[in-house]
Nanobody, 123 residues
């Protein structure tokens, strides 16, 4: 079992930055594939960034060059640094964990979720 608790969401102006945190317990995040998904109103939950069990990172096209996923082993915490935020980044952001080496792109296949944190980007 993995428990995930997100923090760091909020309201920011376009062009600003936020850092989301995901504190894991029950297992070390390095033994899981970790990811950040987001869900905007009326839209499907989508994968934004992945930190694989081997330490590689992958990003959705919408996040490339602006978002960075990273992990701190000592704190057992995964982060999502979001820069150059746009109004279309507005969504609830969810931290996810999967025992497999890779994170499924289909959110319905993911086993562990945090409670979500709201990110709102104003224009």
């Amino acid at each position: 079992q993995v428990q995930l608790v997100e923090s760091g969401g909020g309201l920011v102006q376009a062009g600003g930055s936020l850092r989301l945190s995901c504190a894991a317990s029950g297992r070390t995040f390095s033994s899981c594939a970790m990811g950040w998904f987001r869900q905007a109103p009326g839209k499907q939950r989508e994968l934004v960034a992945v930190l694989t069990r081997g330490g590689s990172t992958n990003y959705a096209d919408s996040a490339k060059g602006r978002f960075t996923i990273s992990g701190d082993n000592a704190k057992n915490t995964v982060y999502l640094q979001m820069n150059s935020l746009k109004p279309e980044d507005t969504a609830v952001y969810y931290c996810a964990a999967e025992s497999a080496r890779l994170m499924p792109t289909n959110w319905a296949l993911v086993h562990y979720w945090g409670q979500g944190t709201q990110v709102t980007v104003s224009s």
